[in-house]
């Protein structure tokens, strides 16, 4: 799987607002734009129960379309921007298409071709495989549009 430098750069900058302090306390992660988007009601009624073998933690918004597992956190975020076409970093899990870029602390992965989009940062603990299979309910209930993974 390859990366897109240039998105990467931009997701550091997300990802350091993103990232949960070590411990038992609230991973701290803001809803996106578009999480009022009744697609991302639906998605959230299907985060999964455990990720990677981690259990859910609490975040510090009450928006349900935010979720987190795991100390480092696994993040889940519904509502941000839908990448637009590429050809980098695409790579299919179970039918699902994700744009993957590499962090400095793991990696970030957008649903590619649905809107509004399902973002999943991985920590470098859990990122050797990343568990994005753990999310293919949830992001079944956004539609896929016309741009896919080749």
């Known amino acids: 799987m390859r990366f897109a430098p240039a998105a990467a750069v931009c997701a550091l900058a997300l990802t350091a607002s993103l990232t949960a302090c070590g411990g038992e306390g609230a991973v701290q992660a ?41 100390d480092p956190a696994i993040i889940a975020r519904c509502g941000v921007a839908s990448p637009g076409p590429t050809a980098t970093g695409c790579v299919s899990v179970d039918g699902i298409d994700w744009v993957g870029s590499k962090l400095s602390d793991g990696g970030r992965y957008i649903t590619y071709g649905r809107t509004p989009a399902i973002e999943v940062l991985v920590p470098t603990k859990y990122n050797s495989l990343p568990p994005l299979g753990a999310f293919t309910q949830a992001v079944r209930q956004i539609p896929q549009g016309t741009h896919r993974c080749s």
């Open 30 to 70: 803001s809803p996106p734009e578009q999480a009022s988007n009744p697609l991302c009601a639906r998605a959230s009624r299907q985060w999964p129960t455990t990720v990677s073998g981690q259990k859910a933690r609490k975040v510090t918004t009450k928006s349900s379309t935010v979720h987190a597992w795991g």
